[in-house]
């Protein structure tokens, strides 16, 4: 099973090679056409508006930029609420700068799991435990693999770097180790 997830995430850092590899290019600026020249219906899209506004409305999110492309142009580019509430609200403004750390769960994990999934190698039901025994320490054991990617598994966000300072091996020692600090489902963290 290690092979096999090995392999998989393997075919997804070479994807995102093959895309760093066309943005190492440069950037090349995208044309910003009516939604109509690009085959979109523009009443549609303003569907966006309502949707994101009431989200930044309910405090699931401060703000958001939203962009949309077809066939190579832009089609739709509207910032939303705040990009700031401490100390001061900032408004959110289409160029605001986000940081991507944790694209890498949505483009490779996800995406890896996911192909693992449809191949019938993993299923989402699972502990993680039945393909990886050691992550069973330390209250780890009925943890699903689906807790993990939907992030209601009860672990930390995030351990500190000093976890990983020892290299690999050391790293997933730490990982073992562990502890929820909540029941596996019982909360988003």
Same mark, same amino acid.
């Given at each position: 099973?290690r092979?096999? !997830?090995?392999?998989?995430?393997?075919i997804?850092i /070479?994807?995102?090679? *093959?895309?760093?590899?066309v !943005?190492?290019? &440069? %950037?090349?600026?995208? +044309?910003?056409? +009516? %939604? /109509?020249a690009?085959?979109? /219906?523009p009443?549609q899209?303003?569907?966006? @508006?309502?949707?994101?506004?009431?989200e930044i +409305?309910?405090?699931q999110?401060p &703000?958001a930029?939203?962009?949309v492309?077809?066939?190579?142009k832009?089609?739709?580019?509207? *910032?939303? &609420?705040n990009?700031?509430l401490e100390?001061?609200e900032?408004p959110?403004t289409? @160029?605001?700068i !986000? @940081?991507l750390?944790?694209?890498?769960?949505?483009v490779?994990t996800?995406?890896?799991?996911?192909m693992?999934?449809?191949?019938?190698?993993v299923?989402?039901g699972d502990?993680?435990s039945?393909?990886i025994?050691e992550f069973?320490d /330390?209250g780890?054991?009925?943890i699903?693999v689906?807790?993990?990617?939907i992030?209601r598994s009860?672990?930390?966000a995030d351990?500190?770097?000093k @976890?990983y300072?020892q290299? %690999?091996?050391? +790293?997933m020692?730490?990982?073992w180790?562990?502890? %929820?600090l909540a029941?596996?489902g *019982?909360?988003?963290?």
């Amino acid at each position: 099973m290690r092979r096999i !997830f090995t392999r998989t995430i393997s075919i997804a850092i /070479s994807s995102l090679l *093959a895309l760093h590899s066309v !943005f190492a290019q &440069g %950037p090349q600026p995208l +044309a910003t056409v +009516a %939604p /109509s020249a690009a085959g979109m /219906s523009p009443a549609q899209l303003t569907n966006i @508006d309502q949707i994101v506004e009431a989200e930044i +409305a309910k405090k699931q999110l401060p &703000g958001a930029v939203v962009l949309v492309g077809r066939q190579g142009k832009i089609v739709w580019r509207r *910032a939303y &609420g705040n990009r700031a509430l401490e100390p001061r609200e900032e408004p959110m403004t289409t @160029d605001t700068i !986000f @940081d991507l750390a944790s694209l890498t769960k949505v483009v490779a994990t996800a995406t890896s799991v996911m192909m693992l999934v449809e191949r019938g190698l993993v299923r989402l039901g699972d502990p993680v435990s039945r393909y990886i025994p050691e992550f069973a320490d /330390s209250g780890k054991r009925n943890i699903t693999v689906e807790q993990l990617l939907i992030h209601r598994s009860g672990l930390i966000a995030d351990n500190e770097i000093k @976890d990983y300072e020892q290299g %690999p091996e050391k +790293a997933m020692e730490n990982i073992w180790r562990l502890a %929820p600090l909540a029941e596996a489902g *019982a909360k988003f963290i």
